[in-house]
């Protein structure tokens, strides 16, 4: 035995056991979905079914927590794209002195634990509304959409800081030269150019949002989102209709990464195809030669 035979054994088990402790859970979690027996459970496997997603979708606590889910994800993506967005270009136009300081203070949410923003947010604004008000502000689903916002906002603005870094100031000098304004070198220039980082924002928005727990916990008050409702059926007992919403959430996690990888492929491929074509174009234009007069 040589010592490459040695290092590619224990590679190929530290790879193993890598993937094992990744996806063991989802595994297992995934077969007790189809097991027959009312206990989550693999061994023995007493029988296939599919029932328990027929449980899961007669649940009206967890079909309502899921709309409710889904109902702030979108809500909180609307707020902390453009917010994260606005943070980002500011920060590109503040002096080089105050930078440093402004990135501490927009990116502090990160860093603070979500208990206390959840608690923070009730509070402030149950003052707020009581001072103003403004009672539709107190509801379950705005505080939380507020509460997850101050800090998923933070997380939208590092990618698209991450994005402008890339971004060619000249692009911006050369449309203001040519008469453009400025509505119309954010709109023609800089949204084009910023699209990939708003999609990623948007999704990374919209995760987060939707697994969140400890922020949601408080902020929620008596409403309820998937998160929450699950935490209840933990502590009451797991039973395999949480298998099964498990693979109903990878199944659709899944299915969008592939659709969204088929459908950047078709792009690329058009790309392409449009790139070879003009040059083709250009190739047989200068084959033809100067056109008589």
């Known amino acids: 035995m040589t010592s490459r035979a040695v290092f590619r054994a224990l590679m190929g088990f530290y790879l193993l056991v890598f993937f094992a402790y990744l996806f063991g ?35 009206k606590d967890m079909i309502y927590g899921l709309k409710n889910s889904l109902w702030i994800g979108l809500l909180v993506v609307l707020v902390s794209v453009p917010v994260g967005f606005a943070g980002a270009i500011v920060m590109t136009q503040v002096y080089d002195r105050a930078r440093a300081f402004y990135y501490l203070v927009v990116v502090s949410p990160v860093l603070t634990p979500g208990v206390i ?43 698209f800081l991450a994005r402008l870094a890339r971004f060619d100031r000249t692009l911006d000098e050369a449309a203001l030269d040519l008469g453009a304004t400025r509505a119309q070198v954010f709109r023609h220039v800089l949204i084009p150019f910023m699209a990939p980082a708003i999609g990623s924002a948007a999704v990374i928005a919209f995760l987060s949002s939707f697994e969140n727990y400890n922020t949601t916990t408080f902020a929620i008050l008596a409403d309820k989102t998937l998160t929450t409702v699950l935490a209840g059926r933990v502590r009451q007992g797991t039973t395999p209709a949480l298998s099964a919403l498990a693979v109903a959430v990878v199944a659709v996690t899944v299915a969008g990464a592939i659709l969204y990888e088929l459908l950047k492929r078709r792009e690329a491929a058009r790309a392409e195809a449009r790139a070879e074509a003009a040059h083709r174009a250009e190739v047989e234009e200068l084959n033809a030669g100067p056109v008589a007069a």
């Open 25 to 59: 859970p989802l595994v297992i979690m995934g077969i007790t979905a189809f097991n027959t027996s009312a206990y989550p459970q693999i061994m023995p496997f007493e029988g296939f079914t599919l029932d328990w997603f027929g449980v899961l979708w007669n649940d």
């Open 117 to 159: 923003i959840g608690i923070s947010t009730v509070v402030f604004w149950r003052q707020t509304t009581q001072a103003t008000g403004l009672k539709f502000i107190y509801d379950g689903t705005v505080l939380t959409v507020l509460a997850q916002s101050s800090f998923i906002s933070a997380y939208t603005m590092l990618i």
